[in-house]
């Protein structure tokens, strides 16, 4: 949920920013309580994109949602896609409290967002998101698997996921490591962090300042 809270933390702080271009915000959302419409190990269910599933781990739901989002937001035709989840307990495993994994494909996009990390204080560590994890994913009796081998977890989360982004200008944040902390820091209490919030507003600030520069004719500076 702590994925969910940022993106509205986020859109709570836009107005201060006014940025010169549209930012949607999805939460994908299902209440996870058990019943007789769950689903089961064994279970084949179909994306929005047409894309099936088989499920092997009723844990991992959450990217399930993420799947969905990732095809909601292609009907914008965005200019970048940040998705922001506590995903895996392996980034926990991969880097500790102290950083997020960042998962992208996208030079630029990473650039950017490593950069505003850097100025908010948010630390991310780029994680490989190689096309030769896929073969992990694929099932038997559907397009995918929903949960890979334990070995690389995070990294055969953030495979999953690029399915569904295809060629958006996409980049994901695994924040299980971050969105809690156990110790009191300078910049955030014990408990729950925020973390996201800061990072997403330095990047689209970043953003708005160069597109605000561009459309003055003045010269753009890089994020």
Known sequence: MSGAAAVLALFSALPTLAPPFRVVGIIPTAENMPG????????VVRAMDGTTIEVTNTDAEGRLLLADALGYARRYAPAAVVDVATLTGAITLALGNLAAGL??????????????AEASG?????????????????????DLLNSGAREGGACLAAIFLKHFAR??????????????TNVERPHEPRGATGYGVRLL???????????????????????
Do not use: N
């Open 103 to 116: 998962f992208t494909g996208d030079e630029a996009l990473a650039a950017e967002l490593t950069a505003a």
């Open 201 to 223: 507003l330095e990047w689209l600030s970043r953003r708005a300042s160069v597109e605000s520069s561009a459309a003055a004719g003045a010269p753009a500076s890089g994020a």
């Open 167 to 180: 060629d958006l200008p996409w980049a994901h944040l695994d924040i299980a490591s971050t969105a809690w």
């Open 122 to 142: 948010e630390r991310i560590w780029r994680m490989p998101l190689w096309d030769d994890y896929a073969p992990e994913m694929r099932s038997d009796t559907a």
């Open 36 to 43: 007789g419409r769950a689903f089961k190990p064994g279970d």
